[in-house]
């Protein structure tokens, strides 16, 4: 007796997840090393030494009753003060401690906010390609995803469409910068506009319109682009992070929602959060978790690995007569399916072992992404594979 | 720009919550050691020293992206078939790994099955008293809470009034056993009366109703009491555990829920579990917590020190003239407000540093909940301050 709405969940079943699955029963079959799985962006750079150390030192040094304790549902205040400082030394922002919730990673700092958020029948927008699991996070609280159409070649935002997107129902937009799945950065020229259209429309509907800036992927650049920092753009942003790709953490899950003192509301804002964080089952991020990120705030990912995989990836395919779109950003590979029907192309690919995910799932059709986190040498061993796919569309 | 549905939980926000909050605030006031905050189920024993040893193991001997990665929504196959394993051992159950799902907590647990079989409008019942944020839980998926009125001295659940509350709405009944905030365990011979009573419901409306049971208390009991292992009595029963209190991890967020093989549309109903704790931003159990679980599933919290709390307070407080429920599970003595309006007597009491839990956020006006997992010392400490409170009411 699964609810309606579970049965509609169970028939379009995450498709990335689905892909992870099978990958896992194909390599049983033909052994793990003949299958090529660009399918999930599960970091393959391992933590930073840093992490382990911090975990050692923490059990060593603090009370128990401490460590593994209930604290207050937004986390322990020293763990905020820190990831607040951090911020304001990186970026010269002003966040307050209170501004900074702790959270069970940014897929559960979204839910909190769209919980805090969303009455059923409400709005959120996003731009397409986006990350499919946004429309499940919307559609848990009976509100409504409105998808802006892609824009491609350069897959920067259509902002000039979202003006006449906006109702009175509309609460918040979702962004996520660098994007997955394209690997694009969102320029600073985008925002601005963002910011304009936004305060427009806040003043035409009488409420605040939040941004949700859903940003795992802040630390994980290349050719030396700036992604900017969302909240210098955006009043009322509200920043989902996550340590799961910069510190290689996914199955941790740990991250933060960080809300900026000029958003609108700012302290019913912040009791809502926390309470979201306790009704939704959460109750707080992980306390050991949390405690461990305080000493890890300035280490870094291996990001020249995610570089070296991003070229050799890019490069090789668009040779093989590929279109790419070129990734500044995340450890996404954007690629045009040579068959409009890119569901066929991956159905193809997978004869080849290769697992790509179709971009229907993003909310663009035509496209698949391949997800370069993953080891050099399976890249490298993958190359035949590739050749033996192009050759079935370019001869 | 909050919800209507958020707005309404911020006023109503959690009673226990607010108390922690203020119990902190009048520490910093007068002094901890003056303070006796009784308030919350935050566990006073430290955790068994195998979770530290348990969790350096794992960081030693094991690969980070492994230890730190993604895997099934459903957590590690390896730590579900342990916990199947574990169960089936000590219960004599036949749970398979598969019917074991990893949970951030038995508050994730609860709203990952809530969020499975749920539609706005449907129903779920719950006996008074019950953890308030069953509620709230419930009230996430715009679905409604049925309660049925408390059944004091005993404090047993009025199984009888069960069949009348059944409509065809009823998707579940939620039951809490060691029962917080009583203490009262749950007899082998009302569980039986209520499958009866569910068989000839499910009979007659059409559908499974699930028994939801939230046994975070299961390993807390004195005296020697047995608690009845649900399945054995309800076929269609879902276990959401917890090692928040049973190992002193409240902070970790790590439990399980656990799906017998008997239970109706069990297949559909594991495939709904595993994709609700995706959708709704758990993604998966914390993987630390999972593995370093594996190696922890026969360790036990000190009970004795509970038990020693309990009889001590048990005692002086009837000895004091107040009339106390004798609690056999859990960590709360149930005490009758010795006035009609329990808030009043939990004002009075806050006037002597004492924080108590006043039972109308269980659905149980007139009686307050006293959480005595804290500090013997503490306990002793708080005896004339008791003492000054029974003097008001019983002169």
Redesign the interface.
Known sequence: ??????EQ??KG??VI?AL??EGKEMAKEVGAENVYDFS?G???V??PEA??TA??KI?KNE???Y???????AGYEEVREAVAQNLNQRFGTDFEWEGILMT??A??????VL??????G?EVICFAPFFG?YR??V????ANLVVIPPNPPSFQPNVDMLAEMITERT?AVIINNPNNPTGVVYSAETLDRLEVILKAAEERIG??I?VISDEPYRELVYDGVEVPFMTKHIRNCIIGYSFSKSL???????GYLAVPKAA??YE??L??LA??N????????????QLMIRECLNEQTDVAAYDKNRKFLYESLKDMGFECVKPEGAFYLFVKSPVADEKAFVAEAKKHHLLLVPASSFGCPGYVRIAYCVSYDMIKRSMPAFKALAEVYFG
Do not use: C, W
Not at 67 to 73: F, R, T
Not at 281 to 286: D, I, R, S, Y
């Open positions: 007796m699964i609810s309606k709405s579970m969940l169970m079943n995450s997840r992870f699955e999930l599960n970091p393959s391992p933590a992490v382990g975990i050692k059990l009370n128990s009753l460590v593994h304790g209930y604290m207050s549902n069970v990673g897929a559960g700092g979204l839910n909190v919980r805090t958020l969303l009455d059923p409400d699991e499940n996070y559609h848990n609280y009976q609460k409420h605040p939040y290689s953490l996914p199955g941790e899950r740990i609108d509301d019913s804002l009791e809502g309470i979201a306790r009704v939704l089952g959460f109750v707080n991020a992980p306390s050991l978790q």
